[in-house]
């Protein structure tokens, strides 16, 4: 299981790397767009001023140009961070739309290793409601079972607004499984990692 995510995590890497290097040249040429102009915002004025005034022309332009790479600085920012939210949507969306076999072994490896008493009840999206086959629980509660749990998971009726995994149900207590929140909960874990994939 983990070389089909490890495929699916170098493929989503690659094809957001693919991306990172298109917004990054054009952040560079909004950059050099922006230096170009405050330049020549500052050489016009420069001409302008007369000659006694050069000192304060030549203040006025480090001014200008100061600003400039500050604005060129936050549009390359907010561009990176645009793209590591796209990986993550890209990543979210794979997971998603894996084919039934991997989606079930993913699953299935997240309700051994998130169980804790073999009696919960589990809520999913609709989709996989009608996607997991009724054989899926009863190998899940033989699996449990071997584990020394009761081996007891029962599918609620309710359905959940999530876009795969699950949510258990005990005792009055959720254990939010869906894989938008086990992404999230990595999110501040995996960004800086990300990060320097796309941005070496």
Known sequence: MHEGADRIIERILGDAKARADEIMQGAEEEKEK???EARQKAKNQETRILEQSRKDAEEEKRRIIGVAQLEARKEILSSKQKL????????????EDLDDETYLDV???????????GS???SCSAKDKKRIPAAFWQEIND????QGKQGRLTLSEETRDIRGGFI???GGVELN?????????????????VAAILFP
Do not use: H, W, Y
Not at 84 to 95: T, V
Not at 107 to 117: A, D
Not at 177 to 193: G, K, V, Y
């Open 107 to 117: 699953i299935g490896n997240m309700f051994l290793e998130q169980v804790e008493t």
């Open 168 to 170: 258990l149900l005990s």
């Open 84 to 95: 590591i939210r796209e990986a993550f949507d890209r990543a979210l969306n794979k997971l």
């Open 177 to 193: 499984c869906s894989f938008e929140a086990l992404l999230e909960m990595q999110r501040e874990d995996l960004e800086p990692e």
């Open 143 to 146: 699996k449990l079972a071997q």
């Open 120 to 122: 919960e009840t589990v």
């Open 34 to 36: 922006i230096l170009s």
